[in-house]
């Protein structure tokens, strides 16, 4: 009787513990991701594709999505910094284009508010026109450019943002003077397809996954890209080949909310690395052309201290600072 009792409860132990392994081990609760930007830009589709990768990956039991758009996305961050603290289940999404905002709004509340946790990929601007543009060629577009400087109108992110910065180190390769491009700032997204259409911007400049269904589906047709090196699905050559030795890219990670414990801080952390192996996540980096540069915790922050430095020497280089 005794043994056949043990045996019962060996079975019994050994159920339980198969049981935990295949169990969801939810590191997270309900994720609420602050995306600073407009619904369809880069900063809330990355959260959106995080999102889904979370839940595909039981690192979260669910995800809410709230978007807070203006000022290169320093009004999120702070909506986000004051509204989280201490709060595990919180994920802001961040990129250069925010530390560029910081630099040129000095806002009270910094990227130093807030817990670094991970950047997840670069996204390299490609520059693109309406299907039936007289621009057939980056050459075509340079050559008006050079000539008729203000007659061109670009558009792209907020003012100072990375697309604007990178239009106006390309003017600089081309000695045009900074005053005179004619640059037109947007929320990004559909709103910067919608001039284009309609003929207000000549040129937009923004990164593929943004601009990827209008490029698929004919509306808008790409020049060139401002990758180091030909990015696999995009059929267009980078500028540096095409003799003009300017790269134009956004990195994209996320933060936590401040005054996170150790403990949770690595907890938030895993989840979000964790996602990232997922295959949504996977198929979203293939599909939207993302280059992956997976880096976390201090190391992150210590990068984001750099691109402080570097993205501020930009801005005075081009004028916008």
């Not at 602050?34 to 990768?53: E, F, H, I, N």
């Amino acid at each position: 009787m005794s043994a056949l009792i043990r045996r019962f409860s060996r079975c019994m132990v050994a159920g339980l513990t198969a049981a935990m392994l295949v169990a969801p081990a939810f590191a997270l609760d309900t994720v609420k991701f602050m995306a600073p930007g407009s619904v369809g830009g880069g900063y809330d589709q990355t959260a959106r594709v995080l999102g889904k990768a979370m839940l595909e990956a039981n690192t979260a039991k669910a995800v809410t999505f709230e978007n807070k758009g203006g000022a290169g996305g320093t009004l999120g961050l702070a909506q986000f910094a004051n509204s989280t603290k201490g709060d595990p289940n919180a994920l802001l999404v961040v990129g250069a284009i925010m530390v560029a905002g910081i630099e040129q709004n000095k806002p009270q509340i910094s990227l130093k508010d807030v817990t670094p946790i991970a950047r997840l990929f670069t996204e390299y601007n490609v520059i693109a026109v309406r299907k039936d543009s007289p621009y057939k060629t980056l050459d075509d577009l340079i050559k008006d450019f050079k000539e008729k400087p203000t007659g061109v109108t670009f558009g792209g992110g907020s003012k100072g943002s990375i697309d604007h910065i990178g239009i106006a180190e390309l003017a600089g390769k081309l000695d045009v003077p900074v005053n005179k491009v004619n640059y037109i700032a947007t929320g990004g997204g559909g709103e910067i397809v919608a001039q284009t259409l309609g003929g207000q911007i000549k040129v937009l400049t923004g990164g593929y996954a943004e601009l990827g269904q209008y490029i698929k589906n004919g509306q808008i047709r790409v020049l060139a890209i401002g990758a180091p090196e030909r990015v696999p699905g995009i059929d267009a050559p980078t500028l540096k080949e095409s003799g003009y030795d300017v790269i134009i890219g956004n990195w994209r990670g996320v933060y936590g909310a401040a005054n996170l414990t150790a403990e949770q801080r690595k907890e938030v952390t895993d989840a979000v690395v964790a996602a990232s192996k997922s295959n949504v996540w996977q198929e979203n980096i293939k599909i939207n052309a993302w280059t992956e540069s997976v880096l976390t915790g201090d190391d992150f922050g210590k990068f984001v201290d750099e691109e402080h430095v570097r993205l501020r020497a930009m801005l005075v280089k081009v004028g916008l600072l």
